[in-house]
């Protein structure tokens, strides 16, 4: 297994993971950093994330309500087309375990991690990362 990525689609919010300029459709390989091979993807309606091989995970797009979970370093841009932060560069989230599986909602992104716990970042304002009832904080 390579560990390529290849996405096609809208890209009005990077979620592609390439720098195209406009929303267009776009179809071909994402730049992941060297030596980081994709073991799993996830798409939401505006941003990706994958696990790779080291149990990192990497998420562009729209981080509207932090959904790409980029620590304020990161490679942050504003959208041409609809003025929201968002980056077609694969950031690194921070975390101190490992991912061995990543999904995502609409503007949401969970992974399990290597002790099978779950970490959850994102839109909150339906409950929807599992905090136990604070609802309504990203």
């Known amino acids: 297994m390579s560990g390529q990525l290849y996405c096609w689609g809208a890209n009005d919010h990077g979620q592609l993971g390439r720098d195209t ?21 996830a798409t939401g309606a505006n ?5 790779d ?6 998420c562009w797009g729209s981080n509207r309500v932090g959904q ?23 950031n690194k989230v ?3 375990t490992k991912a061995l599986q990543v999904s995502v909602g609409a503007n949401q992104s969970c992974v ?9 970042w994102g839109d909150n304002a339906l409950c ?10 990203d």
């Open 112 to 120: 399990v991690d290597e002790n099978n716990e779950l970490f959850c």
């Open 68 to 90: 790409i979970g980029a620590a304020q370093n990161a490679d942050i841009d504003t959208c041409t087309d609809n003025d929201v932060a968002c980056s077609h560069v694969p």
């Open 47 to 51: 941003h990706t994330c994958i696990h």
């Open 21 to 41: 300029g406009h929303a267009s459709a776009f179809a071909g390989l994402v730049d992941l950093p060297d030596g980081v091979r994709a073991l799993g993807v």
């Open 53 to 58: 091989q080291r149990g990192d995970v990497w």
């Open 128 to 137: 929807q990362l599992g905090t136990g009832g604070i609802c309504g904080e």
């Open 94 to 96: 921070e975390m101190d």
